[in-house]
């Protein structure tokens, strides 16, 4: 059975909290499914390119069909002239969606907070909150926990916390509404806030 570090108000391990034992038995492919259906829709679709029948001008044959000792050529905008189309390149108009459901997406978090305490990089404490609103208290969190990355979900963001965790590389601050499978596996560690992930068990 996986179990998150639970800290005290000084960051230091004050115990364990035990996950739900079926959360070990949910299918990881859950998560690499949503993780890749994130992605893709993270995706900006701009490459494009025009093909022959795009690019302006090449209305006429440039030059007579036969006589010339050359090959025939009916357009200068033809993919194999400079100037021209492109044969099979990018267009804006693909769909990169890939569907995931509702149960999906639900055990993909579930399985990411389970591997992040089988790890024991799941940090559980009653509140997060950097009141001098200062990155160098921010950045002592991690350093205490000697932690190399951190998501950190708070059910609340307050604007202090915002704050200090704003102008942090290696820590990304979200409410618990924003918690999902990508978002627990994009960082090293996860510190949470003991309610948001007693919610989430309660739900599962």
């Known amino acids: 059975m996986s179990k998150a570090v639970v800290l005290d108000s000084n960051l230091k391990s004050s115990g364990e909290l035990e996950l739900p034992a ?3 038995d949910i299918n990881t492919h859950n998560l690499y499914l949503y993780v890749k259906s994130y992605q893709a829709a993270l995706r900006a679709n701009t490459a494009h390119t025009k093909t022959r029948s795009d690019v302006r001008g090449g209305g006429k044959k440039p030059f007579a069909q036969k006589g010339g000792g050359r090959a025939r050529a009916g357009s200068i905008r033809s993919p194999i002239w ?10 804006n108009n693909r769909n990169y969606f890939q569907k995931i459901n509702k149960k999906q997406k639900r055990l993909a978090l579930l399985c990411a907070l389970n591997e ?15 009141e001098s609103g200062k990155t160098k208290d921010a950045i002592n969190i991690l350093k205490t926990l000697e932690i190399r990355s951190a998501i950190v979900v708070k059910e609340l963001v307050d604007e202090k916390t915002f704050y ?26 996860m510190i949470i806030e ?6 989430i068990i309660k739900e599962g």
Do not use: M, Q
């Open 22 to 24: 079926e959360f070990a």
């Open 82 to 91: 400079v100037g021209g189309g492109v044969a099979h390149g990018p267009k």
């Open 116 to 130: 992040k305490a089988e790890n024991g990089k799941l940090f559980v404490v009653d509140s997060i909150a950097v």
């Open 164 to 189: 200090a965790f704003r102008n942090v590389s290696n820590a990304y601050l979200i409410e618990s509404n924003e918690l999902n499978g990508y978002t627990a596996t994009a960082f090293d560690s």
């Open 194 to 199: 003991k309610n948001v992930l007693e919610n």
